[in-house]
């Protein structure tokens, strides 16, 4: 209950609730110019309208190699509805490599808590980080720079650096089967294995799907998204249900694989 945890927000969950294109919130929006900001490029804040429920914690999200805002926005609103913060961010270059967007999802963090006209609406000490590809990457590497990050979920993320030994941050890591560009087989799973099994973590291969599958709306992507981050930056027990024993897998399954530290 609220009682027993000061960070739960919204009310009970089911499997609807989480499949649903919104959550119970309504959401507001701001645009963050590259010109009013140092560090990285700009973007989108979207936050829940009440200033009823107290503050909630922040998820920045950034884009992969040569893309925009624009192809992570659809997590947005869909993340704010239930509860928290977003901030979807362009980088400074679409060129950028994953330690450099590891920095700026950081900095773009300290200004969203910091200096943004939403930081009043934030817990600083409660923040996520998601990105796709090299952006998913970057959120390994900007949980090894600052460990106080609540959760990281890399999608179908993109490194050189196979081994994240360093990583004590709940990792939700997203794989997609047919993956081409960022193959599971050298990329996603490697990353999972080398974070350390104390260290929370799962990994959710997406059936069948291509690298791009976090570039549009996605309900598996958004369901396990929200149980993670209400689970690791809320302290919200009330997902836990979603993610242990977590998703069927197999044919007829959108998941083709589950691993996890069950149970939390
Ligand atoms: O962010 C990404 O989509 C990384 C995949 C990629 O194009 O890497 C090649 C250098
Ligand atoms: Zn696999």
């Known amino acids: 209950t609220a009682a027993d945890n000061p960070y739960e927000r919204g009310p009970a969950p089911t499997n609807s609730s989480i499949e649903a294109l919104r959550g119970p919130y309504s959401v507001s929006s701001t645009s963050v110019s590259s010109l009013a900001v140092t560090g990285f490029g700009g973007g989108t804040i979207y936050y829940p309208t009440t200033t009823s429920d107290g503050t909630f914690g922040a998820v920045v999200i950034t884009p992969g190699f040569t893309a925009y805002e624009s192809s992570i926005s659809w997590l947005g609103e869909r993340l704010a509805s239930q509860g928290f913060v977003v901030f979807t961010i362009d980088t400074n270059?679409?060129?950028?490599?994953?330690?450099?967007?590891?920095?700026?999802?950081l900095a773009a963090a300290d200004y969203l808590t910091q200096r943004s006209t939403a930081r009043s609406r934030v817990d600083a000490t409660r923040v996520a980080l998601m990105g796709h590809s090299m952006g998913g990457g970057g959120t390994l590497e900007a949980a090894k720079d600052r460990p106080s990050i609540k959760a990281i979920i890399p999608m179908t993320p993109w490194n050189l650096d196979k081994t994240w030994s360093e990583i004590r941050t709940p990792a939700l890591i997203f794989g997609a089967e047919s993956d081409s560009v960022a193959p599971v087989a050298s990329h996603s799973e490697p990353f999972y294995s080398s974070i350390p099994s104390t260290t929370e973590k799962a990994y959710l291969e997406l059936n069948g799907a291509s690298h791009f599958a976090p570039n549009?709306?996605?309900?598996?992507?958004?369901?396990?998204?929200?149980?993670?981050?209400k689970r690791w930056v809320d302290n919200?027990?009330?997902?836990?249900?979603?993610?242990?024993?977590?998703?069927?897998?197999?044919?007829?399954?959108?998941?083709?694989?589950?691993?996890?530290?069950?149970?939390?």
């Open 236 to 264: 919200d027990t009330r997902y836990s249900q979603f993610l242990c024993p977590g998703p069927s897998t197999g044919l007829f399954s959108d998941v083709e694989e589950y691993r996890n530290t069950c149970a939390f």
């Open 216 to 229: 549009t709306s996605n309900t598996t992507i958004a369901k396990y998204s929200i149980s993670w981050l």
């Open 93 to 105: 270059t679409t060129m950028d490599q994953p330690a450099s967007r590891g920095d700026q999802m």
